[in-house]
């Protein structure tokens, strides 16, 4: 009689022979220690590896400003969960996460990489993004489908510029998420600047679960305030490993003990204070006495308020001294929440069948496209069959694999929760819906529109399966870029359009004038890289030209215009009066809103309509100034009078030349780059010596204390031409202004009460210490 266990045990034993041959094989390409769920040469439960219960799974995000130690924290955290056996470093270019060479040269994240690992009974799927604005796109979309994230903070400097807008990013995901102050050892290092930073800047509320003891050179441990304990780090270990937890004591620490005891009881009231719950906790039975209250209930209520997004907890530490890591790691699995705590209603619809979004896709000469999905429900397998409902196609998954930054471990299954990479999709994008086959979409649409969902047209009820796709930001610098010689142009195609599939940042057109490939990305350094990967991984010596800026038009007051064609072509006569009006938005719109009047818009016939539009969209291509694309633009008609005969060819060339023309008559227009920018303020400050040198470089023509732009007529702002700051680097206008310029990804150049300010490359913050974007 054959037992039925026996293909399970068959295919468990072919499981485990796998994954032994894998870990000999990363192991001699580096220096691990074990995969998750490996201790030694054993296995420590098939299960726990394929399928870890989702309660136990954490899926977070390393996001903070350039040089504030992501990746050495990474190092760390992967350093003492047992996945590597020495302590990386970026100095020397060997950590896990920083693999391209160009990361390893420059000391920079370029893109961001996933490794999972586990810690203490928890499957933690670590992704660590990029600092650097030009690679902001990283951060988005890793964002988009993490559960929580690690925003690492330097100490001396508190908020920086990108932490501004990594942090915005992580609001618009509703990313829960914890701060750790790194570099506490750091000469000028300020427990109490950086929290008040957080508290101010991102308009955050900080818990304090930590207290340093000793700051700068003094630094060496931190005191837990929910426990009321000390973590003194053992001046003498190499790898931090060697801690010691004591009880803080009125005999040997009474002065500690009280402060202690004080930030602990202000923690339990700023807790209740926004945790129902807990707050009838406490009035009720610990009302006498805090010190009475269980350390368990009081984390309960922490992570109850850390996944309502209410407040931020605060830890610290130096992950370049190994000091403070472990109780970071045991942070995230206590408050940062599971995938089953994150709300996605969509879920319900697909009553547990496949659904995932791919997020990321790299291209592996070997093995193809490796894309990053996330589960959200179901399992994937490999070789199985998906269909993609943004593509409306249907692919093969031939293998899975779980992601170990630059290695990867071949796996039979992954489910809901989890973060897996396919090989074998050539059509997937990143931002697309995964699900298991064109019917269970259907299925599931069926089930939202049963369920009270909002009634659509039927060739558009699959939107509402689709999952939010990841924002693509519009590049802002571009160049051309031209192959060694005309035989290697097809090399060159085909290398862009890898890079652009992997990089949606990164477009690519051609100029229909001169027929040259144009390059368009997020900033210089941006452009750099993909010149060097393209040498690097395709093996051509491109040549690039001149940057230059991806500047927006808009104009600034409003316009009727009046336009006549009248042309003869052959024995047909074509003649169209047109009367509109162009004005600038208030919101912000790279497509041009159009409006009709009352009197016209139940005249025109549909195909009057469409070469209306079709001149407006293409008289928006190229503005009057520097021939860049117009945007922030209503257009309203008036009047439309089309002479029988007349083609809609010539209706659009009209519209066009007419709107031309008033952009002529106005010729008040800025040069513009915005993407959903808010309104802009500029706060009084003290310029300093390389600030003022700046500005003069600018064109701008004083320094003064202070400048503020809304409630103010400033008239001593004019324009200036952008490539006089190119070549100015973060990290040197980060120092000059005080590590309080805001940079941004955004290209801004704002407008209000008449005034124009530049922005230059990254924000006015870079002009100018203390200028931030409320």
Not at 522 to 542: A, N, P, S
Request: proline share 5%.
């Amino acid at each position: 009689m054959v037992s039925m266990n026996q293909p399970q045990n068959m295919c468990s034993s072919k499981i485990r022979a796998s994954l032994k041959r894998l870990k000999l094989h990363v192991l001699l390409g580096r220096n691990y220690s074990s995969l998750p769920g490996l201790i030694g040469n054993d296995i420590k439960s098939l299960h726990s590896i394929i399928n870890p219960p989702m309660a136990k799974i954490r899926n977070i995000g390393i996001m903070a400003h350039i040089d504030a130690g992501k990746t050495t924290t990474t190092e760390r955290i992967l350093y003492y969960s047992g996945y590597t056996r020495s302590l990386g470093d970026v100095d020397d270019g060997d950590t896990v996460t920083d693999f391209m060479a160009q990361e390893r040269e420059r000391g920079i994240t370029i893109q961001s990489a996933a490794v999972t690992f586990d810690w203490k009974g928890y499957r933690i799927n670590l992704i660590d993004t990029p600092g650097h604005v030009d690679f902001t796109l990283e951060v988005e979309r890793c964002l988009r489908v993490l559960d929580g994230a690690v925003a690492v903070f330097d100490a001396s400097a508190g908020v920086e510029a990108q932490t501004l807008t990594v942090w915005r990013q992580a609001d618009k995901h509703k990313v829960p998420r914890i701060c750790f102050l790194n570099k506490m050892d750091k000469t000028g290092a300020s427990f109490n600047y950086a929290v008040e930073s957080i508290r101010e800047k991102l308009k955050a509320k900080p818990l304090l679960l930590q207290l340093p003891i000793g700051e700068g050179k003094a630094f060496k441990g931190v005191v837990d305030v929910v426990s009321k304990e000390k973590l003194l780090w053992n001046p003498n270990s190499d790898d931090g490993k060697d801690f010691e937890r004591k009880p803080l004591l009125e005999t040997s620490d009474p002065k500690l003990l009280k402060e202690t005891t004080e930030a602990r009881n202000a923690l339990i009231e700023q807790v209740a204070d926004l945790d129902d719950e807990f707050a009838d906790l406490v009035l009720g039975e610990f009302s006498e006495n805090f010190d009475l209250l269980p350390a368990e209930k009081l984390q309960t209520a922490i992570h109850r308020v850390t996944l309502a997004q209410t407040a931020v907890p605060v830890l610290c530490g130096s992950a370049l001294k190994n000091k403070g890591v472990q109780p970071l790691l045991d942070a995230v699995t206590l408050y940062l929440p599971s995938p089953e705590e994150r709300n996605c209603e969509f879920l319900q619809w697909y009553k547990g069948d496949l659904c995932a979004l791919a997020f990321k896709v790299l291209h592996d000469k070997q093995r193809g496209p490796l894309v990053f999905m996330r589960i959200y429900s179901g399992m994937l397998k490999p070789q199985t069959a998906i269909h993609n409902i943004n593509g409306n196609c249907t692919e093969r998954i031939s293998r899975l694999l779980l992601p170990f930054a630059d290695q990867h471990i071949e796996i039979p299954l992954l489910t809901a929760g989890n973060i897996a990479l396919t090989v074998g999709l050539k059509h997937t994008a990143t931002g697309d819906t995964i699900v298991s086959s064109k019917s269970s979409a259907l299925a599931a649409s069926r089930r939202a529109k049963r369920e009270g969902e909002k009634k659509q047209k039927e060739n558009g009820e699959a939107e509402r399966l689709l999952l939010a796709a990841v924002e693509i930001p519009e590049p802002v610098f571009f160049c051309t870029i031209e192959p060694p010689s005309l035989a290697k142009q097809p090399d060159l195609d085909h290398a862009l359009k890898c890079l652009q599939r992997e990089d949606p940042s990164l477009k690519v057109k051609l100029d229909p004038d001169s027929g040259q490939t144009i390059l368009c990305g997020m900033g210089e350094l941006h452009i750099e890289i993909i010149h060097d990967r393209i040498k690097r991984e395709y093996g051509l010596e491109t040549y690039l030209g001149p940057l230059q800026v991806a500047y927006r038009e808009a104009i600034l007051n409003s316009v009727h215009a009046t336009d006549t064609l009248d042309r003869t072509l052959g024995d047909k006569r074509h003649l169209v009066t047109v009367e509109l009006e162009a004005k600038p938005m208030e919101t912000s719109s790279l497509l041009p809103i159009i409006e009709y009047a009352a009197s016209v818009a139940g005249e025109l016939s549909q195909a009057s309509r469409e070469a209306f539009e079709n001149g407006i969209h293409s008289a928006c291509l190229q503005g009057p100034l520097l021939g860049s694309p117009v945007q922030d633009l209503a257009v309203t008609l008036h009047s439309l009078v089309i002479h029988p005969g007349t083609s809609t060819t010539m209706i659009s060339a009209c519209v066009s030349r007419c709107l031309q023309k008033n952009w002529t008559w106005s010729s008040r227009l800025v040069p513009k780059w915005e993407r959903s920018m808010s309104r802009l303020y500029i706060v009084p400050c003290l310029f300093n010596l390389y600030a003022e040198y700046i500005m003069q470089n600018a064109g701008l023509d004083e320094a003064q204390d202070g400048i503020k732009i809304a409630g103010r007529n400033i008239n001593n702002l004019r324009y200036a031409d952008d490539t006089n700051l190119m070549g100015y680097n973060e990290p040197d206008l980060t120092e000059a202004t005080e590590h309080t310029c805001c940079f941004s990804y955004t290209r801004y150049i704002a407008i209000e009460a008449g005034l124009a300010a530049l922005s230059k490359r990254h924000s006015l913050g870079q002009l100018c210490p203390k200028w931030t974007i409320m």
